[in-house]
């Protein structure tokens, strides 16, 4: 079956570490999101990418990085400048009509600082 | 500024009761919107989306939605709850050609047996 996986479910990070959570789809998106949801605030856009090899920032992009070097994949790297990391991380995917056809999500990695 | 209110945090209605949870979006041009349900610990799965066309929509798990232009909104209604439904839900708004969605704060419900 066509979907999203994510991995680790759990992550912990110890301070000044970097840490990487996996994001794959096998949905033929083009489109690929990260988002960061934190209790009552929402979901949150930390970076999107269109295309394989283009990305772009989010709201909240600060201390995080991406990749985007296959269609497949997107990679979010939670960096040491990230602040307050601990969060629940979203991966979506959709095809170049998001508007009309909405988001696929994974089902998240919890992210917890140590 | 583009914006998604969901004004009731919590919600809590017993089994077999009808269930609206309310959205209301500021947006400049004609929006998109979405309904999302997330269970604990999980992503999110779509439950009914309009563009165009007939202003109440039908969506799975036997959810529909309303919009209203005249009151920007497009509130989630489902005749009769069940416990199965308990869990968060997301109102999204998004605008024609965009990738990016806003997403409201969600609101969270309890069904009581």
């Known amino acids: 079956d066509g979907g999203i996986t994510q991995s680790p479910k759990y992550l912990f990070r110890k301070e000044g570490q970097n840490v990487t959570l996996s994001c794959e789809q096998n949905?033929?998106?083009?489109?690929m999101y990260w988002y960061r949801q934190d209790p009552g605030q929402g979901l949150r856009l930390i970076y999107y990418?269109?295309?394989?090899?283009?990305?772009q920032k989010g709201d909240i992009a600060e201390g995080y990085s991406v990749s985007r070097e296959k269609k497949e994949s997107f990679p979010l790297t939670v960096t040491s400048a990230q602040k307050n990391p601990t969060a629940f991380y979203l991966c979506?995917?959709?095809?170049?009509?998001?508007?009309?056809?909405?988001?696929?999500f994974g089902s998240g990695t919890r992210l917890t600082v140590v | 500024a583009q914006s998604v209110t969901q004004p009731d945090i919590h919600i809590t209605v017993s089994e077999g009761a009808s269930l609206e949870l309310r959205c209301n979006y500021s947006?400049?041009?004609?929006?998109?919107l979405f309904w999302y349900v997330q269970s604990p610990g999980q992503g999110l799965q779509l439950l009914l989306k309009?563009?165009?066309?007939?202003?109440l929509v039908q969506g799975i798990k036997g959810f529909e939605a309303e919009f209203k232009r005249s009151q920007s909104s497009f509130n989630l209604r489902k005749p009769s709850v069940h416990w199965s439904d308990a869990a968060e839900y997301f109102c999204?708004?998004?605008?024609?050609?965009?990738?990016?969605?806003?997403f409201g704060t969600g609101t969270r419900l309890k069904v009581l047996a």
């Open positions: 999204a708004v998004a605008s024609s050609g965009t990738y990016k969605y806003i």
């Open positions: 309009y563009f165009s066309g007939d202003t």
């Open positions: 990418s269109q295309i394989v090899n283009d990305f």
């Open positions: 979506a995917s959709s095809t170049q009509g998001a508007d009309l056809y909405g988001y696929t």
């Open positions: 947006y400049g041009a004609t929006p998109y």
């Open positions: 949905l033929n998106h083009d489109a």
